[in-house]
């Protein structure tokens, strides 16, 4: 399959008129957006799947196939999961760097781009402990999945106006302005993954694995940590929506402006 892909691709070549940039900047522009767009089709792949499939499909289990089931199944898909969120989010980082500098640079400032990138990771991780704090009750009126949902889409959504508003300037592109709001909800989403999601799931696996193996009751704990790592999870996956549609529009769809 492999060398089949390679002879039509070679084939395709020979009918066009190919001239590759080579400029270093330019190499370093498409490999970084490559890796983005594998680690992160990686990542909100396993993200989809884990909320569309693997939540229902986990509760239909009685518990002895959710013992064997679990402990194999989940640090897997978790490994990938959560190394695809850095990889992505690094990456991503990268090419945000190169266009703000861009854009500092063209404006005639090239130290706003420091002053845009601090701006940005402030803000958007004042965000994330707001969030942080609102995921960790799971009982009373911050357990209920449609409030979570209300204050954190109220809290996004504040935080884009606020990063857009602080980031506006003649200067400032279509580019850099939506990969700020993008790049800003998938920094809050990798930070859910590594803050929240796998270190309750960590445990839930071991805990799991012994009860199984071991017949070693699962904690009164092991409930509250599933139910963080399900909202948290849940919450990841409602953000990756407005995520997805500000990542494109950097490219796709020029609608932001710092005038």
């Known amino acids: 399959m492999i060398a089949l892909s390679a002879l039509v691709l070679a084939l395709a070549l020979l009918k066009l008129n190919v001239a590759f940039l080579t400029g ?6 498409i ?3 490559w890796i983005h767009f594998a680690a992160g089709t990686t990542w909100i792949g396993l993200l989809y799947f884990f909320n569309l499939v693997n939540v229902p499909f986990l509760k239909a289990l009685d518990a002895p196939t959710k013992g064997k089931v679990v402990p194999v199944l989940m640090p897997k898909a ?3 999961f959560r190394w695809g969120a850095v990889v992505t989010v690094l990456a991503g980082f990268r090419y945000f760097m190169i266009l703000a500098q861009t854009d500092a640079v063209n404006a005639g400032h090239p130290a706003l781009m420091w002053q845009w990138l601090g701006t940005w990771l402030v803000a958007w991780l004042i965000a994330f402990a707001i969030m ?13 999945g449609w409030v979570l949902a209300v204050l954190i889409g109220f809290i ?7 990063v857009l ?5 003649p200067g400032a592109s279509n580019r850099t302005l939506s990969i700020s709001v993008g790049g ?16 309750n799931q960590k445990r839930i696996i071991a805990w799991t694995k012994a009860n199984a193996e071991q017949g070693t009751p699962m904690p ?5 940590l599933a139910r963080q790592a399900f909202l948290t999870s849940r919450a990841n996956f409602w953000l990756s929506f407005p995520m997805l549609f500000f990542m494109a529009t950097s490219a796709h769809y020029p609608f932001l402006s710092g005038l």
Do not use: C, Y
Not at 220 to 224: C, F, N, T, Y
């Open 184 to 199: 800003g909800l998938g920094t809050v989403m990798l930070l859910n993954v590594w803050g929240i999601i796998w270190p």
């Open 220 to 224: 009164a704990e092991a409930a509250k």
């Open 31 to 33: 490999i970084l957006r």
């Open 165 to 169: 508003s602080l980031l506006a300037h």
């Open 78 to 80: 978790l490994w990938w």
């Open 156 to 162: 996004a959504a504040a935080t884009s106006w606020l």
């Open 24 to 29: 270093a900047s330019d190499i370093e522009q």
């Open 132 to 144: 942080f704090a609102l995921l960790r009750p799971t009982q009373g009126f911050l357990n209920k």
